[in-house]
């Protein structure tokens, strides 16, 4: 698990890097962080890590917000799953206090993945045909 440190400074989307699968540590739904948009990097199918089942029965719709069309970073038809357009909740950003831990970018990247794998995107959302 990684841990948060004093010495850990936070990362810009920018500078944030994809992480494999052996970098993402395994997190309980009290520890998972809502992402803003600008914390999301451009991920294709191979590169999103996938949640277990047992993963993510720890995610709530409500612990992880879907995002709006404004927010989310473009994605490959194949990484967006069908959802009713009325089952889209809109991700806010919810601080606008600098990170200071690099668990909130592997969280991130978590988040993500489940959305995509649970199929909570919804393809005509993001005008995908």
């Known amino acids: 698990m990684i ?3 004093c010495k850990v400074q936070r990362m810009s989307a920018a500078e944030v890097q994809l992480m494999s699968a052996a970098e ?5 739904a009290a520890e998972v962080q809502l992402m803003s948009a600008a914390e999301v990097q451009l991920m294709s199918a191979a590169e999103v890590q996938l949640m277990s089942a047992a993963e993510s029965q720890l995610m ?4 992880a917000q879907l995002m709006s069309a404004a927010e989310v970073q473009l994605m490959s ?5 069908l959802m009713s357009s009325t089952e889209v909740q809109r991700m806010l950003a919810v601080t606008s206090e600098k990170r200071t831990c690099l668990h909130h970018v592997c969280v991130s990247c978590c988040v993500v993945s489940w959305i995509v794998r649970t199929g909570l995107l919804h393809r005509a959302e ?3 045909k």
């Open 24 to 28: 993402v540590q395994l997190m309980s």
């Open 3 to 5: 841990r948060c440190s």
């Open 60 to 63: 709530l719709a409500a612990e």
């Open 126 to 128: 993001w005008g995908y």
């Open 77 to 81: 038809a194949a990484e967006v799953q």
